[in-house]
């Protein structure tokens, strides 16, 4: 098996069993399965060990960003050739890895999850002004041409992900990545994906005022 | 001496004060301890004799004493806080190493 999983995770303890087993079951892809518990306070880590997963666990919370560079660092590590992002909260489609793993396949360095060629369900408008908002932003910094941005799918060849520099702790990793993928002139290309928004996702997912958290990390950092 | 210069001049010296102690303890080295003693026996001349800040004022071109301790405060005060989100910005990725670093030693070792 040479292809990873890695599922950043913090206080997911409700969802994360369901993620992970729905990953190995529907993926359609050998794949191992990596949560990095990123200092949870609930259950997450022995919900994700049961359902399955290798687990890593951050002492104290750190941030997404922290928590996916754990997981590379295990991936490279470990040999791995192609490494999945996958969120924790259950908002993506896991029999979908199986068609970014085929787009990367074909000769792509990454290959990133678009919600708007996708298929998006309840998305709140509010999410919808700030996404669009990030898109010209990210399209004016990184200078991708990219239909999405902040998605948190992805699939990676591991020799292009142990190139790029990370070290946004927090949700800024995500502009991050994309602006080391323009850096690097890395073959991207972007795959459809759904995001489904649930009364849980959205509890869980970022506020609105944490945008300008990540801008004034992006800008002063 | 007005009441405001008998309080502020009390504070100072316990300032000064606490500075002299800490540095007995050997939480503050004598470079700083000397920078910080400096600066706040400026700060009770200023509060002590107000004239001179007016002199000095009006020699770089303010006409109020009080209107040069606030510019000059408002300078330093915006120095300090950006050294000092510069050094958390440090620490906080310096920790996030740490963390990360474990983690990846305790996954190991529980093997």
Known sequence: MNILAIIPAYNEGEKIGEVVSGLKNKANLPLDILVVND??????????VEA????????????????LKTGIDFAIKKNYQTA???????????????????????GYDVVLGSRNIGRVIDMPLSTKIVKR????????TSGLNLTDTHNGFQAWRISALSQIKLDQDRMAHASQILNEISRLKLKYCEVPVTIKYTDYSKSKGQKIWNSFNIL?????? | ML?????????IASIISH???????????????????VFWLAAAVA????????????????????????????????????????????????????????????????K
Not at chain 2, 97 to 106: H, I, N, S
Request: no cysteine; glycine share 6%.
């Open chain 2, 47 to 110: 509060v002590i004799w107000p004239d001179l800040t007016v002199l000095v004022a009006n020699y770089v071109g303010i006409g109020r004493g009080a209107d040069l301790v606030v510019y000059v405060s408002l300078v330093v005060l915006f120095y300090i806080l950006f050294r000092l989100l510069i050094r958390i910005e440090k620490l906080e990725k310096n920790l996030t190493k740490l963390v990360r670093q474990r983690a990846l030693e305790d996954y190991d070792n529980k």
């Open chain 2, 19 to 37: 500075s002299l102690l800490r540095f007995k303890k050997g939480d503050l080295d004598f470079k700083r301890l000397s920078l910080w003693v």
């Open chain 2, 3 to 11: 009441l405001i210069q008998i309080i502020l001049v009390a504070i």
């Open chain 1, 216 to 221: 004034w990390d992006l800008l002063i950092k």
């Open chain 1, 39 to 48: 200092g949870s306070k609930d259950e997450t880590e022995s919900r994700a």
């Open chain 1, 133 to 140: 908002l990030a898109l010209i932003f990210t399209r004016l």
């Open chain 1, 52 to 67: 399955g997963a290798t687990v890593i666990s951050h002492a104290i919370n750190r941030g997404q960003g922290a928590a």
């Open chain 1, 84 to 106: 999945i992002f996958f969120d924790a909260d259950g908002q993506m489609d896991p029999a979908e890895a199986y068609n970014l793993n085929l787009k990367l396949n074909e």
